[in-house]
């Protein structure tokens, strides 16, 4: 089955340091991978997917994200973290289950940015 | 603001009632999809409906039910609640060809919130 796990339920950095959300996929088909943002009492926001396109996947808000199929990987990055990021970022991967589709998700990183 | 309407935004209810969660999918998006936001859970799929048909199943019990009416909304029945069902519901929307591949996005609505009292 499908899936991913990420590592690190919380995660602190100090604005304008990297940010980095890590995320491990297992799948036996190349998979379809997400990653989504969560404000407080918001719905989840699309940052980015990887689709097999390109191993480098670039997304809203200076986010990108890089497919490693060599370590299953599937991280998040930003160079410079805001105080605006600060939020619960998911990653998913899509199940295709002959003839749906359904988003398994990760556990969530819930992300603080310092002064 | 990703085009999917959700309602109500919060719902409080007793054990044993019975709730109806209604969503809106973006224009032109034929499939909708339910899930269930809880703090032991995490997020679980419920079910998927393209253009009125279920698609896909997930872990919904069989306490709940969905439909997906001809105007492409859609509503999600609890029926029997207990303190357990308290989430975070959300409804999500993706444009799919009438046959379907991963990975197309989902689009979130906000979500409704279920207290069981």
């Known amino acids: 089955a499908q899936s991913v796990t990420q590592l690190g339920s919380h995660v602190s950095v100090s604005e304008g340091a990297l940010v980095l959300l890590r995320c491990n996929y297992s799948?036996?088909?190349?998979?379809?991978l997400f990653w989504y943002v969560q404000y407080p009492n918001q719905g989840l926001q699309l940052l980015l997917k990887?689709?097999?396109?390109?191993?480098l996947v670039k997304g809203i808000n200076g986010f990108e994200a890089e497919f490693k199929k060599s370590e299953t990987s599937f991280h998040l990055t930003k160079p410079s973290a805001h105080m605006s990021d600060a939020a619960e970022y998911f990653c998913?991967?899509?199940?295709?289950?002959?003839?749906?589709?359904?988003?398994?998700f990760g556990t969530g990183t819930q992300l603080k940015v310092e002064l | 603001d990703s085009g999917v309407t959700q309602t109500p935004k919060h719902l409080i209810t007793a054990t044993g009632q019975r709730v109806t969660l209604r969503c809106s999918p973006r224009?032109?998006?034929?499939?909708v999809y339910w899930y269930q936001q809880s703090l032991d859970q995490g997020l679980q799929f419920l079910i998927q409906y393209y253009n009125g048909e279920e698609r896909a199943k997930g872990n919904i019990l069989e306490r709940f039910s969905a439909q997906q009416f001809p105007d492409l909304h859609s509503e999600l029945n609890l029926s029997s609640l207990e303190l357990g069902d308290s989430a975070l519901y959300f409804c999500a929307s993706s444009h799919e060809s009438r046959r379907p591949r991963g990975g197309n996005e989902q689009f979130f609505g906000p979500g409704t919130r279920l207290t069981v009292l």
């Open positions: 990887y689709t097999s396109a390109a191993t």
């Open positions: 998913a991967v899509s199940v295709f289950t002959g003839g749906g589709n359904k988003l398994t």
């Open positions: 799948s036996s088909v190349p998979p379809y």
């Open positions: 224009s032109g998006d034929l499939s």
